[in-house]
């Protein structure tokens, strides 16, 4: 193997932008293993007790007359980062990336340093998370140095890229944003000659893509309008508890029979009730509204029209959906119970059996019947 050209580039890895309800979710739930509902539960006491602000935004741009500098002061004495704040503040901070303004409420950001004794393990670890990015929002860039090696093996020319570490950077708060020791590649120049140790040919194929994470879910929510900063959590959390999904290993969501047979229904009877393009249309409207450039009650009466189209036409075709659950599930009418339906939901009601007792055997007493066997059954 001869070495035929070798170029070095300097590169960046910018800074994250500040913390938003969304990425602190899907944050949480990747890279914390947390749920969604239990992360906003948690960021919401964090926030009640005074250690961090309002946690749910949609902005991830600073305010101009935000204080990051004393904000930062706050972390001096925390002994986790003390030394990362110290060193900060001497060389002086950065200027955060430009993000979006929502004109909501100022990114997440920690108010006040506390310790995991106070916070408990779940309270601190989201804690330190948004303490940790926050930091890195004011850091500088991570930078490093990108190497290419161009060489030939007999005829045939490959390439092959490192990186090598420059400058940490933000990613000393966040080491898992870090540059890999492994990607580094050996020291090497234009001409010199390696001897090829192992050539191998490896088959493989492609496998079906894996369920969606939580943390995927919440990134296409946003991206289709799907849900705010705040009702994310709670559809997630609602899908679950419905038993349309489950929670599998590494927070993987796994559709349940329910739950296909549902969409199907959905699918078959109007597909836009599945599809992500009403609600997104209805957040639309509402920013619309929001911005002065729509009408309310023009479009509350246009939604609510819709909807009630909709939902007659669902209704009217209802034995669709009961064709698909009777292929997956048993029909009502196959459990030989004649169940009647609630007069005020029209669900149907469900049949419970009383507990069952064995039947009382009775004997002659001095002046009245008694049952010999009285522990079985209650006497009336």
Not at 331 to 338: R, V
Request: a neutral charge; one cysteine or more; aromatic letters at 8%.
């Amino acid at each position: 193997m001869q070495v035929e050209s070798v170029s070095k580039k300097e590169k960046a890895k910018q800074r994250p932008q500040a913390l938003n309800t969304v990425e602190m979710l899907r944050v949480a739930s990747s890279a914390l293993g947390m749920g969604p509902q239990h992360a906003m539960q948690i960021a919401e006491r964090l926030y009640t007790q005074g250690y961090i602000s309002y946690p749910r935004t949609e902005t991830t741009h600073y305010p101009e007359n935000f204080d990051l500098k004393a904000t930062l002061k706050q972390q001096i004495n925390n002994p986790v980062w003390a030394e990362e704040v110290k060193a900060l503040l001497s060389t002086g901070i950065n200027r955060p990336r430009k993000g979006s303004d929502a004109g909501d409420h100022p990114p997440i950001t920690p108010i006040r340093s506390a310790s995991e004794g106070e916070l408990g393990s779940d309270g601190w670890r989201l804690y330190e998370y948004i303490t940790r990015h926050f930091i890195a929002t004011v850091s500088q860039d991570c930078k490093y140095l990108q190497t290419t090696i161009d060489f030939k093996i007999g005829m045939e020319s490959f390439s092959c890229n490192g990186k090598t570490l420059i400058s940490a950077g933000y990613t000393t708060m966040m080491p898992w944003q870090g540059i890999p020791l492994e990607e580094a590649l050996p020291a090497c120049e234009r001409g010199d000659t390696f001897t090829v140790d192992e050539i191998k040919l490896v088959e493989r194929q492609t496998s079906p893509p894996d369920y969606l994470t939580e943390a995927d879910l919440i990134t296409l929510m946003e991206k289709h309008g799907i849900g705010t900063d705040a009702s994310i959590p709670v559809h997630i959390n609602n899908i679950c508890q419905r038993n349309y999904v489950t929670v599998e290993n590494g927070r993987r969501l796994k559709p349940t029979n329910l739950g296909i047979v549902l969409v199907h229904g959905y699918y078959k009877i109007d597909a836009e009730l599945v599809l992500p393009t009403i609600r997104s249309a209805v957040e639309k409207q509402l920013n619309l509204i929001a911005q002065g450039k729509a009408n309310y009650q023009q479009v509350l009466q246009h939604g609510l029209e819709i909807f009630k189209r909709k939902f007659h036409y669902f209704v009217d075709s209802i034995t669709s959906m009961d064709e698909l659950m009777e292929v997956s599930f048993s029909p009502i009418a196959a459990t030989g119970k004649p169940l009647s339906r609630c007069g005020k939901c029209h669900r149907f009601m469900k049949y419970i059996q009383e507990k069952s007792y064995p039947k009382p055997t009775w004997t002659y007493g001095k002046d009245f019947m008694v049952p010999s066997n009285p522990n079985v059954h209650p006497v009336p």
